[in-house]
């Protein structure tokens, strides 16, 4: 069961990473945007960094018989990722308002799926109507946010958004994480 606990320890160095890019995001959003989409970017670059490198330690002190396995890959992608947002900051800008649209997108389609689910199996009808209103505030921001792709006003609703959700993540990781750890302690 080793393994499992190292899984725990990495959920919380993610939720810790995720947390901290979260807030920074979520501060420079409110304060200045302009410098929010570099900084994040070099945040998100600093988080990729710190998990590509655990991967690639865990994989070559773990694994030692074979040089290429899952940890390793994924160690090295996230390293070319962060990379990526180093060379190319002001790109997370456009891209980052397109990637949370299309994310947005698909978490709506699972609450339109749930909504239905629920008609069938008769769920409380407060669950249907909070399954439908989530996606239709969704599919909404994800319209508005393709419609209008440049404006300032809407990249800094996403950013700020998408901070508030980093530091809710990153804290639900990090106490679920410490929670896993010590119920196995005990």
């Known amino acids: 069961m080793k393994t499992f606990k190292e899984q725990k320890w990495m959920i919380i160095v993610y939720g810790v990473i995720l947390f901290a890019i979260g807030l920074v995001d979520l501060i420079l959003s409110i304060l200045d ?25 865990a994989n070559l002190i773990k694994d030692t018989k074979s040089f290429f396995r899952g940890a390793l890959a ?54 249907i109507f909070l399954y439908f209103l989530l996606a239709t505030i969704g599919i909404t921001l994800s319209i508005l946010a393709f419609v209008y792709e440049g404006s300032e006003t809407l990249k800094q609703v996403v950013y700020i958004t998408m901070g508030a959700l980093g530091v809710a993540v990153g804290v639900a990781a ?3 994480g410490i929670k896993a750890i010590n119920k196995k302690a005990e």
């Open 33 to 57: 945007l302009g410098s929010a989409i570099k900084v994040v970017s070099y945040c998100i670059a600093g988080g990729l960094f710190v998990i590509g490198l655990l991967h690639i330690v």
């Open 174 to 176: 990090i106490v679920y």
């Open 74 to 127: 994924l160690g090295c992608i996230a390293i070319a990722l962060g990379v990526v947002f180093i060379v190319y900051p002001l790109m997370l800008g456009d891209f980052f308002i397109y990637f949370s649209a299309a994310f947005v997108v698909a978490i709506s389609a699972i609450f339109i799926v749930k909504a239905i689910i629920g008609i069938k199996f008769k769920y409380k009808k407060s669950w």
